[in-house]
């Protein structure tokens, strides 16, 4: 029969570390790493290119167009509006709060009164305040439109996170791109990059789509 250790008193026994436990860990945490960097990678290259394009023929159509709000000059609502012009979808939504001019309500007037398009053609949501509010919150505008198929306007540049928010707040509503020209800076590729691998981190925006 072994004798058991002499324990001391006052001497507090130590247990090792289950070397098994690290080691899992520290490859679970380096897989995460390198994952995260993978996908931050993957970001990088979808930010200010178009997939999914609405524009795939001369006649294409869909059910109605949402814009989302951000842009100077009524840039992303002109896009919208030739689409509709041009007969290839019979409403425009507007998301956005905004800040003066730039608010969804604010934007329809102004088309209305400069483009010369009915407001009865413009769908408003006033309370958004970010990408994930606007497909949110217009979500439920689409839906009871019957909206099923809608062409989704944004800068080239923000257009990669709006499809991916749109995949992952709004189904089961289909959505194509149709994008308003405008710069790729170094700022705004940096920028989306972040912003999009956030929200798909938070659940706002589909890892895939």
Not at 4 to 32: D, E, F, M, Q, Y
Not at 129 to 147: I, Q, V, Y
Request: hydrophobic share 45%; with cysteine.
């Amino acid at each position: 029969m072994l004798a058991s250790p002499l324990r001391l008193p006052g001497v507090v026994s130590v247990r090792r570390p289950n070397r098994t436990l690290i080691r899992v860990v520290v490859i679970a945490v380096s897989l995460a790493t390198v994952g995260l960097i993978g996908l931050a990678g993957l970001d990088y290259w979808r930010v200010g290119r178009i997939s999914h394009s609405c524009q795939t023929h001369a006649k294409w159509q869909r059910d109605a167009a949402l814009v989302l709000s951000g842009a100077p000059a009524l840039r992303r609502t002109r896009v919208a509006v030739r689409a509709w012009r041009g007969g290839h979808l019979p409403r425009i939504f507007i998301s956005g709060a905004g800040s003066g001019g730039d608010n969804a309500e604010g934007l329809a007037r102004q088309a209305s009164a400069e483009l010369g398009v009915p407001a009865r053609v413009f769908t408003t949501e006033r309370r958004a305040t970010s990408t994930a509010d606007n497909l949110a919150f217009s979500c439920p505008l689409l839906r009871k439109a019957g909206a099923t198929h809608v062409a989704l306007v944004t800068d080239r540049w923000h257009m990669a996170r709006a499809m991916a928010s749109a995949n992952a707040l709004c189904p089961p509503v289909k959505f194509c791109a149709l994008p308003a020209d405008s710069a790729l800076t170094p700022h705004h590729h940096r920028q989306e990059t972040l912003a999009l691998l956030v929200y798909q981190l938070t659940g706002n925006a589909a890892w895939f789509f």
